[in-house]
């Protein structure tokens, strides 16, 4: 897929990289991701633990984040991995909210939509921009086929492939080559990876910790492990989601904030040419 215009002024070529139904996606699916985040680490706060197969062995779990009183009365925060713990006191497991005194919840008041405890009202956050979510996406979906954008924008051809040790070590570099206004290998394939791994893996395991749709089609559990891993693999890729998100970020400071945030605003990437020298 090639570039829909081209405009050349002042040493400075800009390019139409992104469609009015582009920017418009991009732009629902950060605040849907960012409820989404934040609702369900409200849902999280009921019961902070995960585990492997259809039930919760409670007194096993693979991860879980809990307060714990210390000698002087105070609570402790802490979360443990595979056996081992952390103290995760002010953040995790232990936070202040709205005083000095140090509350037990898996995760502060900041980071949870609602602020407060409130189970069902995270819920209906969280499944309404879930399927605000879904709803976006298969419109994103349903163009990106349709105009080839998947194929000539996203999907890394071979070529892309056999420079992803050059293109490592630009990044490393920080230096971001744009010279044909396309992406390179890393983000072809980091969107790649979110468009066709982690987001469906969202949807499927979403869809599993629902009673409803379990109870009729409980063959979609079996083919997660069961409930609990669906639940535990959903937390995965909502942290995989959540890495991408903040690397990309750091990307767009990198590579220029104003060209990028202004590409995905007003659909035009400026290429700047380098000056000749005699």
């Known amino acids: 897929m090639k570039p829909f215009k081209e405009r050349t002024r002042r ?3 800009a390019v139409y990289r992104h469609p009015v139904l582009v ?17 369900g680490l409200q849902i999280l706060n009921a019961h902070p633990a995960f585990y492997w197969g259809e039930v919760a062995r409670f007194a096993h779990p693979i991860a879980a984040i809990d307060a ?40 502060p008041s900041w980071l949870t939509l609602p602020g407060y405890l409130d189970l069902g009202a995270g819920r209906r956050w969280h499944f309404f921009f879930a399927w605000a979510l879904v709803i976006n996406g298969l419109i ?10 998947i194929r000539g924008l996203i999907w890394p051809s071979l070529g892309d492939l056999r420079g992803i040790v050059r293109d490592i070590w630009d990044h490393l570099r920080l230096r971001f080559a744009h010279g044909d206004a ?7 394939l980091a969107y790649a990876a979110v468009i066709f791994g982690l987001l469906p893996l969202m949807l499927l395991t979403g869809l599993v910790m629902s009673p409803a749709v379990y109870a009729r089609l409980p063959i979609l ?26 690397v990309h970020l750091a990307m767009v400071v990198a590579a220029g904030p ?18 000749k020298t005699p």
């Open 11 to 13: 040493g400075a070529t």
């Open 23 to 39: 920017r418009a996606t991009h732009w629902v699916n950060a605040l849907c991701l960012l409820v989404l985040l934040l609702s």
């Open 68 to 107: 714990v009183p210390r000698a002087d009365g105070e609570l402790r925060g802490r979360m443990t991995v595979a056996g081992a713990t952390f103290d995760t006191t002010g953040v995790l497991g232990a936070s202040k909210s709205g005083g000095e005194q140090l509350q037990a919840r898996a995760f």
């Open 140 to 149: 994103y979906a349903a163009f990106a086929l349709a105009s080839g954008r």
């Open 182 to 188: 396309g992406y390179n290998v890393l983000q072809k």
């Open 221 to 246: 559990g079996d083919l997660l492990g069961g409930r609990q891993s669906a639940r535990t693999l959903h937390f995965l890729a909502a942290s995989g989601l959540v890495s991408f998100v903040v």
């Open 258 to 275: 104003v060209n990028e945030i202004r590409s995905m605003i007003t659909g035009w990437f400026v290429i700047r040419r380098e000056k």
